[in-house]
Each structure stands twice: as C-alpha cells, then as structure tokens.
C-alpha cells in the first residue's frame, strides 16, 4: 500500500556548492513547456541501437550558404548562456521592424542592434526560422563546447520549429528530435511514497519497517533499492522532459577496465547508487523509449556514454545547484549538495569521476569556466525586481492584479527583499515569504484579479503560512509579487506598493 504525502516545506540551507543536474535543454524544455512525456514504450529499437548499429555519422560536413542580411541583433542566450546573434536574413524586413524586434529581444531582455550580417565565431550552429507570422530570420548559436551542439540543436527544431545547421564542431553530436513531441503536462508537486517492501526483501528504514520515496527528479529510495520500484517516474517524467538521445560510444574489451576488478567494483557501486535515485527514470535502458544520453545499462564502460561537460559536472567542477536538492536526512541518505551525482558517500563518488575526469585528459582550467548547469534557473535565481507597473500588485481592497492573461499556478507574496522563488523542493520557500498558494496540478489556473489576498480560493493549497491567515498588509509599504504559470515559468515579478 502507498501512503502518499504532500511535500509542504523544504527548509533552506544551502550550503551549495555543486551538485544534481538536469541538462540545459531539460531546463529550456520545461520553460518553454514543450516536451514529449509520453510514456509509452511501442515502438522497439532505441535510438542509441539505431546510432551503434549505423557506426558514427559519416556524412561529411556542408557548410550551409550563407544567407544575406541587412541587420543583426546580438545578445545572450538565458538558457546555454552563450554568445547568440539574429540574422535578419528575409528581405521584408524594414530597419525599423527590425529594430523594434531586436529591442523588445528574442528571449527576456533587449539586444543590441547593429547593421550588417551576424559572424559569430565559434559557433555551435545556425538556426533557420520561418515563422507562420512574420519574416525570418536565422540565429547564430555562439559556443566552442561540442556537449551542447544536441541541446541547443533541440531547442532551434523543438521551441522555435527552425531547422538546425550544426556547425563542424557539431555535425558528428547533433542528433535531431524525434517529431512527434506533444505538448508538456504541468510539473506534479513532490509526493512522499511509503510502501513495505516485497516478501523476502529486507525490510525498510522507515516507520514499520516501510521505505518512503520521494517522487521528484532529486529523489532517492534507499541504497541498494531500485528507484522504479519505490518511486514515481511517472511524476519525474514531469519535472523535465524526457526523450531518448544516443550517448557517446560505450567502448570495449579492448579497453582495460573493461576486465579490470577494482574499476568494475566501483563503476557497479556508481551504477547501483544510481539505480536507487531518479535520475535512472531516464538514465537506464528502461526508459520508455531509450536512454537519454549516458546508461548505466551501457554494459563494463558505461560511463564513456556521458560527455565530459558530464564528467566534469560529476567529479565536482561545475556548478548546479540551482537545481535543487533535498537534504540527505530526508533523501535516504543521498546527497547531492556535495556532489553532482547523489550519493551516500560523496568522497567515493567524486573519486570515480574525478578518475575519469584524469583519464579523459580533461582541461580543469577549462572545466571551472564552465557556466553554472541550470540556464533560466541560474537567471531565475539572480533576477532583480523592478516596481510594479500601474495596476500591478495588491491593492487597497486586497486584489491581486498581475496584469495578464495567463493564469498562474504559483502565487507568492514576499517581503521587498527576499530571494526570488525556485524550484523544489529547497527554493520554493525562501524566508520573507508572507503568503504562499499552489494550484495541484488538476486545478484550474488562477486568472489575475481574481484572488484577495490571505482569502484561500478552494481549489488552492496554502503552503504558507501552513495554518494561520498571512500577516496583514501594511499601507504605504513595499511588497514583492511573484506569481508563475508552472514552477520555473514565471509570469509577472515586480515590487509594488500597498
Ligand atoms: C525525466 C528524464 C530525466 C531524468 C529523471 C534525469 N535526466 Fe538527465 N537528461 C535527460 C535528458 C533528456 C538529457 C539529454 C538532454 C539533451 O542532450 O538533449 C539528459 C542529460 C543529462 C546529462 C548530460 C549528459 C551528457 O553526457 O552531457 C547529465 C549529466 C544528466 N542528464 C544527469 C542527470 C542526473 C544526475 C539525474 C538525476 C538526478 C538526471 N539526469 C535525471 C533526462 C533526464
């Protein structure tokens, strides 16, 4: 029997250094709410067997023709953080449309707009967009990190249906999506599962010898436990996207820790801690259809299947704790604010990669300017408020406008200067929250205007304050709105003025 608990509260002590992760494109997926969860297995081969059976690409690189252009808009991508340049390629275009379209930015904020075709250099690819309404126009992916070529590839075809022309650096890394993406669902809250384990199994640490779970992409079951029988990754499938990707070649017995005792023990050790969290929803050979990326099922070498952007992630180089992470007293044991991959023995598990990392000859000083993993997260995370337009915020009889149309599924008001909400389950309640309330995930959306604030509508969860009515607002003082369509997609976040 599962007993199934609402996760209310994370405490917050981030210690943070490194740790989780979720790729770029999982995070640029989720935001863009676009992404094939589907569960369903059918249709047989994976991709990676297709790529392995196929051998590496052989398709010899064409560099795509350039393509004229009168302006360019340069800027940042908030996602892979890199360098990215618009062509304003299509000959309809008018300086002024132009301008105004570079002004009012491809992503949050504006660029900046200059005459003259893009040359961004190195670039991962170029992204050629025809929209159904307006011209086109091609962006120029900025990078020199071959990790990112399937991520930003992915985001070009899935989030703005361009076509992807990879660079060199690329052609032999770019795998394109499978097309039949369908729309996303809504990230599930994280629930806590207690269960008995199986007859014959030992019996778990929980109260009356159950083992509890948590069920979200940070969770962990106990070690030596398999996540897929203890936790949800019908839940997990909805915190990030998941679709197969083909790794990189697992190698062979030609290599030597293919027979090599001491190495296998602790490439098994590494396997099994994985196995008992929820990164193996995805990260395993029984993932719906395929693995994404690297396997544990890979066989002897199936770390080679993880790029070294990965490897270095792991052995501790790179940061990612926006990410989120539970404290390992409430996670089985399993830290991962002290490592990447979460473990019960974080010296063991930076050691395995941290070896790897050695082998593979990888560039530490080239590792540490890797950018923090978690793109929007990180951005989220560093946001600074500005004052509410007109007509935005509370107001004197206690509605809360926030001046759109979208419906919001995440409603927050804080104090003027508290940390801006993240993900759970250790950033959604940062201190000076004064009013908190979610919508599950089988409610309706809340529509701006609509809600008073401190009056609970039914189809809501108040998460704070947990029982009492929110501390009365002060006229003529200052308050932050945030309020998010799903977790991680935010809507409107501005400081107002009671
Ligand atoms: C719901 C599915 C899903 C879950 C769960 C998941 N991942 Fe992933 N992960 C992906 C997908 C999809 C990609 C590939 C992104 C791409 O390249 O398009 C990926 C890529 C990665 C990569 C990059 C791999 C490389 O070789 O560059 C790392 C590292 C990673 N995941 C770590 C983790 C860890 C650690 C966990 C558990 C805490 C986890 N993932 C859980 C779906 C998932």
Redesign the pocket.
Same mark, same amino acid.
């Not at 915190?239 to 990707?245: A, D, G, I, M, S």
């Not at 969290?277 to 990260?283: D, K, N, P, S, T």
């Given at each position: 029997m599962k007993a199934v608990q609402r996760l209310f509260k994370c405490v917050l002590r981030p210690r943070v250094s490194v740790y989780?992760? $979720?790729?770029?494109?999982?995070i640029t997926a989720l935001a863009c709410e676009e992404a094939d969860?589907s569960s369903n297995a059918a249709n047989g081969e994976s991709e990676t067997e297709v790529m392995l059976d196929q051998g590496p690409s052989t398709e010899a690189f064409v560099a795509p023709a350039t393509k004229p252009a009168q302006w360019r808009c340069s800027y940042s991508n908030p996602f892979s953080l890199a360098a990215e340049c618009k062509a304003y390629t299509d000959t309809d275009w008018t300086e002024a449309e132009a301008r105004a379209d570079c002004e009012a930015g491809q992503y949050e904020e504006a660029g900046t707009f200059e005459s003259g075709n893009c040359d961004l250099s190195p670039i991962l690819g170029y992204c050629d967009v025809a929209p159904y309404i307006g011209d086109d126009y091609r962006l120029f992916l900025g990078g020199d990190n071959p990790?990112l070529c399937? $991520?930003s590839g992915?985001a070009c075809v899935v989030n703005l249906k361009g076509e992807f022309l990879p660079s060199e650096q690329c052609v032999d890394r770019y795998s394109p @999506?499978e097309m039949n993406m369908s729309t996303s669902s809504v990230f599930e809250w994280p629930t806590l599962s207690c269960q008995a384990p199986p007859e014959g199994e030992q019996s778990g640490q929980s109260e009356n010898g159950e083992v509890c779970t948590w069920n979200l992409?940070?969770g962990c079951t106990e070690a030596g436990r398999d996540y897929y029988e203890y936790g949800s990754?019908d839940t997990?499938?909805t915190?990030? @996207?998941?679709? @197969? $990707?083909p790794?990189?070649p697992a190698g062979d017995e030609s290599d030597p820790r293919y027979s090599d005792e001491t190495y296998q023990q602790e490439s098994n050790w590494v396997k099994e801690q994985?196995k008992a969290?929820?990164? $193996?929803?995805?990260?395993d050979d029984r993932?719906p259809r395929g693995p994404?990326?690297?396997s544990v099922d890979a066989g002897p070498l199936w770390v080679n299947?993880?790029?070294d952007?990965?490897v270095a992630?792991?052995a501790g180089y790179i940061d990612s704790s926006s990410l989120g992470a539970f404290m390992p007293e409430e996670n089985n044991g399993f830290d991962?604010i002290q490592s990447?991959?979460?473990t019960t023995d974080v010296q063991r598990m930076l050691a395995f990669f941290q070896a790897e990392f050695d082998r593979r000859n990888i560039d530490p000083a080239w590792a540490e300017n890797v950018r923090p993993i978690g793109g929007p997260l990180v951005t989220q995370r560093d946001y600074q408020p500005e004052a509410c337009a007109t007509g935005i915020g509370v107001n004197r009889e206690g509605v809360i406008n926030w001046g759109s149309e979208q419906g919001v599924r995440y409603l927050y008001i804080l104090e003027e200067d508290a940390n801006n909400p993240g993900i759970p389950p250790n950033f959604d309640l940062p201190e000076k929250t004064l009013w908190r309330i979610d919508i599950p995930s089988d409610q309706d959306p809340l529509a701006s205007g609509t809600v008073r604030y401190g009056e609970k509508p039914s189809q809501s969860i108040q998460v704070f304050p947990e029982t009492q009515a929110p501390q009365a607002l002060e006229e003529g003082q200052q308050y932050y709105l945030y309020v998010m369509r799903d977790v991680a997609i935010p809507v409107e976040r501005c400081v107002f003025t009671y």
């Open positions: 989780l992760l $979720v790729s770029i494109l999982g969860r990790d399937n $991520v992915r @999506p992409i940070s990754c997990v499938y915190n990030r @996207p998941y679709y @197969p $990707v790794g990189l994985v969290c929820a990164c $193996v929803c995805c990260h993932a994404s990326t690297w299947t993880m790029s952007t990965a992630m792991f991962r990447a991959m979460p």
